[in-house]
């Protein structure tokens, strides 16, 4: 079994509770997964965004709402990428959050699925990183066909000279994400693949302009949009209901609980869960 991760017994208390909270998390998940038929892991959207991805395209660009599961679906297909020879499309997987928490959550995502695969090699490591001077924490995990994952935080120079899956998760929350974006994009001239998900933060958001530039035909990619009704739709909340029960957990009904998460994000329920960037 891989350590779910390397940092778990240091760092401050807040951050030991947070990992643990995360590895309380993944083990109802794969204790949820374990209930459900062969092939259903993935809900409909997790499995269109697979598929999607699948084609090739060189760049996608994926608004989604808050809180559906996407970025562990893509953590799923990062390990299959990663895992895979390179005669078969197999290459490095570089994902960036916007910060060092999120790259930590991805790549105990990464670990799960590859338990789930049975493609792990090693188990889940770090390595600091130097650009100019500045250290970066990064997190690794690598596979029997000489690929890896990395995951770090925003840091544009990271990207420089990289090759292979590149994942921008949460991107119109990053602090440069112009800078980001170049240096992803670049890469794409040998080969490889970015994609970049987020929820909306306004309508001149980077993140929304990118959007926008593709769907005119002014950047060549693909677009597609996930909203919290789409999610629920194809199952989100009957697999949010199994994964309480696995931790003991009550739950309201499902017109309950769609009533409370709208109510929670109030007037920001159309950007944060309908993908309507506020102008």
């Not at 778990?8 to 998390?25: K, M, V, W, Y």
């Not at 038929?37 to 697979?50: D, E, I, M, N, R």
């Not at 609980?257 to 709208?262: A, F, L």
Request: aromatic share 8%; net charge negative; proline share 3%.
């Amino acid at each position: 079994r891989l350590p779910l991760s390397p940092l778990r017994a240091r760092g401050a208390p807040a951050a030991r509770e947070r990992a643990l909270e995360r590895e309380r998390e993944i083990a109802a998940a794969e204790a949820a997964f374990a209930r459900l038929p062969k092939g259903s892991v993935l809900l409909g959207y997790q499995a269109a965004t697979h598929a999607l991805l699948m084609t090739g395209v060189s760049l996608i660009a994926i608004e989604k709402s808050r809180r559906i599961g996407l970025t562990w679906a893509l953590a799923a297909y990062a390990v299959l990428k990663a895992a895979a020879q390179k005669s078969a499309g197999g290459m490095n997987a570089w994902y960036m959050g916007y910060d060092q928490e999120m790259a930590r959550e991805f790549i105990d995502v990464c670990a799960m699925w590859a338990r789930a695969f049975g493609m792990a090699d090693e188990a889940v490591d770090e390595e600091v990183l130097d650009w100019d001077g500045e250290k970066v924490q990064a997190f690794r995990l690598k596979f029997a066909s000489g690929f890896k994952i990395v995951a770090l935080p925003s840091v544009p120079r990271a990207l420089r000279g990289k090759q292979g899956l590149v994942i921008i998760d949460e991107a119109a929350f990053h602090a440069k994400l112009t800078e980001v974006l170049k240096a992803a994009i670049a890469l794409l001239m040998w080969g490889g693949q970015v994609v970049v998900v987020s929820t909306h933060d306004g309508v001149a958001n980077p993140f929304n302009l990118l959007i926008d530039d593709i769907k005119a035909g002014r950047r060549k990619g693909a677009t597609t949009r996930i909203t919290f009704d789409d999610a629920i739709a194809a199952g989100l909340y009957e697999r949010v209901r199994m994964t309480a029960e696995v931790n003991g957990r009550p739950i309201a009904s499902k017109e309950e609980w769609i009533s409370d998460i709208r109510d929670t994000y109030g007037d920001d329920a159309e950007e944060e869960l309908d993908c309507v960037p506020e102008a």
